[in-house]
């Protein structure tokens, strides 16, 4: 019998394309290949669960979406398309999905009734400069 004592052993697991998060469901953009200089509206068609209409209008499991947040963040509320066919589908590292409850925390809404919203997470490289804060400071002696 021969044996030889392995220096370090690394193993690698699979992505894991979806996590159940309490009530957000959670997909790694980077499990869902894109061509290169896709948008985010290719990506979201890849995704189970998620229909987009020639129009652009998003529904996950059926149910409408009432918003695209970024990082959290509202942003393009009033017109979804702008976020998903401007920005670029590489510059995401996951995607969440979840009830929109924020005005209704007591969920008196009926759940087939209450739709969704999309959060874009985008990935630290495009954090920084994308959804940085700006600061400014001055005095009044040097103008």
């Known amino acids: 019998l ?3 004592m392995l220096q370090e052993v690394t193993v690698k697991g699979e992505r894991v394309p979806v996590v159940m998060k309490k009530d957000t469901l959670e997909f790694d953009a980077e499990a869902f290949k894109t061509r290169p200089n896709a948008v985010v509206e290719d990506l979201l068609r890849k ?6 209409d020639h129009d652009g209008h998003i529904t996950v499991n ?4 009432s918003k695209i947040k970024i990082n959290d963040k ?25 009830d929109d409850r924020e005005n209704d ?17 985008f990935k630290k490289k495009f954090t ?5 804060n700006a600061e400014a400071d001055a005095d009044n002696d040097h103008r």
Do not use: C, W
């Not at 925390?105 to 997470?121: A, G, R, T």
């Not at 920084?128 to 940085?132: A, C, L, N, Q």
């Open 2 to 4: 021969l044996s030889k």
């Open 105 to 121: 925390p007591d969920h008196i809404v009926p759940d087939n009734e209450v739709k969704k919203i999309i959060n874009l997470k």
């Open 62 to 65: 059926g149910k409408e979406i």
């Open 128 to 132: 920084d400069g994308f959804m940085g």
């Open 74 to 98: 509202d942003f393009f509320v009033n017109d979804p398309k702008i976020a998903t066919r401007n920005l670029e589908a590489d510059m995401i590292s996951k995607v969440q999905v979840y």
């Open 47 to 52: 995704l189970p669960g998620v229909q987009i």
